[in-house]
Every structure is written in structure tokens, then in C-alpha cells.
């Protein structure tokens, strides 16, 4: 019968065995190219999402004074194409993303310029804070911006700016670039150098076609423009007014008492206009304090007017007219309005719920 440290000497000559063996193992793993699951459960299958951004706020004050001294400075032309400066997430420091699947940029345009003509996959949006005086040419069509307007880009859609006037001007770029870099499906080309259009009308074609309210034009197919092309600031401003006045009246239509919002879509099929991108308005009575919400996928905010107070997980910042403020996925958010608060909204929620990973917990009032 073996004694004590034989049977000790046995077990630890066992144990050496088999971590040679283990070590052997990982070796053969790396070796292949290959990675066990049981050492990389938690950081491939979190408990929760864990985002690579962390929340941020960008100070308009900050911006178009430099977004001005690039105008001065930067000339817009062949290579880089666009004056557009973009906002780069803390967390983020190797990467120009607002988040890890947004975009977005102040683009500034001085007296007369014009940006040549491009198309890219990846989807776009211009969102207008100041000015008037620019025109993006979709397809050859001359949408006017002005403040407040939305203007989309539809990918692979040739598109082309011109700035008619002695005025500069800026707005936010939004686009779904990180998201088609991870997924490998980047295309870009050059269009003509020549402007396809100096016009600078009114209404463009797209316009006449499709903003007209609950009426689909029966000779037009909508695969032609996947979208209306301009969703104009006196239809949302009315849109959002109304609401708060039929609160009011006692009518429960807005998304909480004294927050109403709206959400652009494809008037043709009711859809988000944008197929990555969902772009939202909202407005807040002053005093109101929204819920707590937390929602897979990220979204930026743009303050159009007004001040109020965003908490963003433990972070506290009072927004105004222009700042901008990036939400990362599941991070709790509230919204408190000092004043009125207007506020454009854009997100990546198409593509969560296109995948069924959508998922939002909005938390009860205490």
C-alpha cells in the first residue's frame, strides 16, 4: 500500500504531465491560427453591451469658428473633396467616428465654392443649423438647405454642392461610415468635375414628385429615389407644435407628457428614409424631464434651439443651441429642457432591428 508521499509525488508528476500537455495544446492552438471560447467567453458574450465609445459632447462655440478657419485656410477640390471636419469619440482616438458605426461632421462651405461631384455606398444625411445659400445637387437635382431642413443622400447617389452666394455656410454631415468599413462593403467614384446644375430653384424635382402628404404619385416608381430627398423645416416645426397643442387640448399623442417628436421617412412606403440610418426630431415644453432610457445602438443629437441638461450614464452637460452630444449603445440617458428644446436626433436603430438585436429599457418615473 503506497504511502502518503508516494501518492503525493504521483499526483504532482500527474499534474505536470498534464499541464505539459495543456501547454502543448495552446501552442498547437496559436500555431493554427485558432482561439478556444473558454478563454475569450466574456469579452465575445458579454453580460451586457460593453461600447467601445464613451459619451461625448462637442460645443458648437468650439466648431465653426475652426470649421471657419478651415474655410480660410483648406480649399475644396479634387483628393479630399469636402471641407468636413469630424468628430472624433474620446474612446475612439484612432478613428474619426462619433460612434462605432456614426459618422458625423461639420461641413463648411465658403462664398461661391463649390464640392465636386462624388458617390459613395456609404448612406448620408446633411442636417442644416445655420444658414442658407447652399444647394446639394442629387442626381443632377438642385435641392436648396436652409436651417432646420434635413437633405438625404441615398447611397451610391452622385451628389455635388454649390454655394451661390457671398455667404459661407456649415451643417452636419451624418453617415453610416464605420459601419460599412467593418463590413467590407466600401465603394467610391469620382463624378464629372463640371457641376451638373448652377440652378437654384425653389422646389427641386424630387420635391414636386413626393412632398406632397399622404399622396403617392401613380406614374412615378419609388425605386427611382429610394426617399424624398428634403424634409423641410416648416413641415417639422408645424409637426411638432401641433402635437404639443393637441397635448394640451387632451389628446394624448406625444411620446410623454410635454416631449413630442417625429421621425422622417419614405413617403412611398412609410419606412425610415434612410435604410442605415434613422433620423428623428424632438421637442420638449421647458420643464420637462424625460424618462430614463437605454437602447442598443448608438445615436448623436444635435441641440437645434434651446438649453437644457443631458445625463449621460454619470455625466452631467448643459447643451445649447448647436452643441452636439453622442448617446453609446445602452447608456443611460435623460434629457431635462431649461427651455424649449428642440433637438435632431440620428441613430443606427434600422440596422439593430433589421438584425432583431433592438432592445430598449425605459426605466419608470421616480
Not at 416631449?259 to 420638449?284: C, K, M, Q
Request: with cysteine; proline share 8%; charged share 20%.
Amino acid at each position: 500500500m503506497p504511502n502518503e508521499a508516494q501518492t503525493d509525488f504521483e499526483t504532482t508528476a500527474s499534474s505536470e504531465k498534464e499541464a505539459q500537455l495543456l501547454r502543448s495544446l495552446y501552442a498547437d492552438f496559436e500555431s493554427a491560427s485558432l482561439t478556444p471560447l473558454w478563454t475569450q467567453r466574456e469579452g465575445l458574450m458579454p453580460m451586457r453591451p460593453e461600447p467601445a465609445a464613451v459619451p461625448a459632447v462637442w460645443r458648437w462655440s468650439t466648431l465653426y469658428p475652426l470649421a471657419q478657419r478651415a474655410g480660410e485656410l483648406v480649399p475644396v477640390g479634387r483628393g479630399g473633396e469636402r471641407r468636413a471636419i469630424a468628430l472624433r469619440n474620446p474612446a475612439i482616438p484612432d478613428e474619426p467616428y462619433a460612434t462605432p458605426t456614426l459618422w458625423a461632421a461639420i461641413q463648411y462651405l465658403g462664398p461661391w465654392e463649390e464640392a465636386p461631384s462624388h458617390r459613395h455606398t456609404q448612406t448620408a444625411f446633411r442636417f442644416v443649423i445655420e444658414g442658407e445659400g447652399v444647394w446639394t445637387n442629387v442626381e443632377g437635382d438642385a435641392i436648396a438647405m436652409c436651417r432646420g431642413d434635413l437633405l438625404l443622400t441615398p447611397s451610391w447617389h452622385f451628389h455635388e454642392h454649390h454655394n451661390s452666394t457671398g455667404q459661407p455656410m456649415a451643417w452636419i454631415d451624418g453617415l453610416d461610415i464605420p459601419l460599412v468599413k467593418q463590413l467590407d462593403a466600401g465603394f467610391f467614384e469620382f463624378g464629372p468635375d463640371e457641376m451638373s446644375t448652377h440652378a437654384t430653384p425653389a422646389r427641386s424635382r424630387n420635391e414636386m414628385l413626393w412632398g406632397h402628404p399622404g399622396l403617392t404619385p401613380i406614374g412615378a416608381r419609388a425605386e427611382t429615389r429610394s426617399t424624398l430627398a428634403a424634409y423641410r423645416w416648416i413641415h417639422t416645426d408645424r409637426a411638432l407644435s401641433e402635437q404639443l397643442e393637441l397635448e394640451l387640448a387632451g389628446h394624448p399623442v406625444t411620446v410623454e407628457p410635454g416631449h413630442a417628436a417625429v421621425r422622417y421617412t419614405d413617403p412611398a412606403s412609410g419606412a425610415d428614409a434612410l435604410r442605415t440610418i434613422r433620423t428623428e426630431f424632438h421637442r420638449l415644453r421647458a420643464g420637462t424631464v424625460t424618462r430614463t432610457s437605454r437602447t442598443v445602438g448608438s445615436s448623436v443629437w444635435q441641440v437645434f434651439d434651446g438649453e437644457g441638461t443631458v445625463t449621460l450614464g454619470d455625466r452631467r452637460e448643459v447643451v445649447t443651441r448647436g452643441d452636439l452630444f453622442a448617446v453609446p449603445s445602452w447608456v443611460p440617458f435623460t434629457i431635462e429642457a431649461t427651455s424649449s428644446f428642440d433637438a435632431f436626433r440620428f441613430s443606427d436603430e434600422p440596422v439593430y432591428e433589421a438584425l432583431g438585436l433592438a432592445r430598449t429599457d425605459l426605466q419608470p418615473r421616480t
